[in-house]
């Protein structure tokens, strides 16, 4: 399996608080991606990166934003989250676009 | 805009082949279809990815008709541990827009 790890892997926080969640990998893969999933609707792209500082939106992207500054880390922060955005979040990445994603372990994220 | 749709469950037995379809009415010249696999509490997995026609690897086959708004993921000989949800996957990877519509995916339940 592709070296991606996410931390933290669980986490519970209060409504208006700033969330920052974390994607790590090993592997120099050029794309990172940010789902989240949610029963009955599936897997849902937050935002996603195609390069160190170059970053683009997702179908989801209110109330996210992203930063990439070295390859191998892409950081989601909710600014001041809300009770919608309890989720489990996934980090994916790709050699190239349209290649096979590798997912990292997600993490759950409660907010209260 | 594509829209992926495939069955919400099946149910199966030890040793049969599963066949899941996906519809994709609108998919685009230039979008390929991939299939992942996810256990609870896990990322999901990459099956199997293809643009059309036949492609088969290990653990799977992949048939897209010529007009390939469908495709249907073919699971031989199905063992317990197949039971698990199936994830339809439309995507264009033309140049740095990421276009990634997923199924709402299928849940297999495989039964002795």
């Known amino acids: 399996d592709a070296g991606i790890t996410q931390s933290p892997r669980h986490k519970v926080t209060e409504t208006g608080t700033p969330v920052t969640l974390r994607c790590h990998q090993t592997e120099n893969h050029r794309y990172m991606y940010w789902y989240r999933q949610d029963p009955g609707h599936g897997l849902r792209l937050i935002h996603y990166?195609?390069?160190?500082?170059?970053?683009d939106k997702g179908e989801v992207s209110d109330g996210y934003s992203v930063s990439r500054s070295k390859t191998e880390d892409f950081l989601l922060t909710l600014e001041s989250a809300t009770s919608s955005q309890t989720s489990v979040y996934f980090c994916?990445?790709?050699?190239?676009?349209?290649?096979?994603?590798?997912f990292g372990p997600g993490t759950r994220l409660t907010v209260t | 805009l594509a829209k992926t749709t495939q069955p919400i469950s099946m149910d199966s037995y030890e040793g049969q082949e599963v066949n899941i379809t996906c519809s994709h009415n609108?998919?685009?010249?230039?979008?390929?279809i991939t299939w992942y696999q996810q256990f609870p509490s896990q990322g999901p997995r990459f099956i199997i990815q293809g643009y059309k026609t036949k492609v088969t690897n290990d653990v799977a086959s992949l048939f897209i008709p010529a007009d390939r708004k469908s495709s249907t993921l073919s699971l031989p000989r199905v063992s317990l541990s197949d039971t698990a949800v199936y994830y339809c996957?439309?995507?264009?990877?033309?140049?740095?827009?990421?276009?990634?519509?997923w199924g709402l995916g299928t849940s297999l339940a495989v039964n002795p």
């Open positions: 994916a990445t790709t050699t190239g676009g349209g290649n096979e994603q590798y």
């Open positions: 609108n998919i685009a010249t230039n979008d390929y």
């Open positions: 990166s195609y390069g160190v500082k170059d970053t």
């Open positions: 996957l439309v995507g264009s990877n033309a140049g740095n827009n990421r276009k990634l519509i």
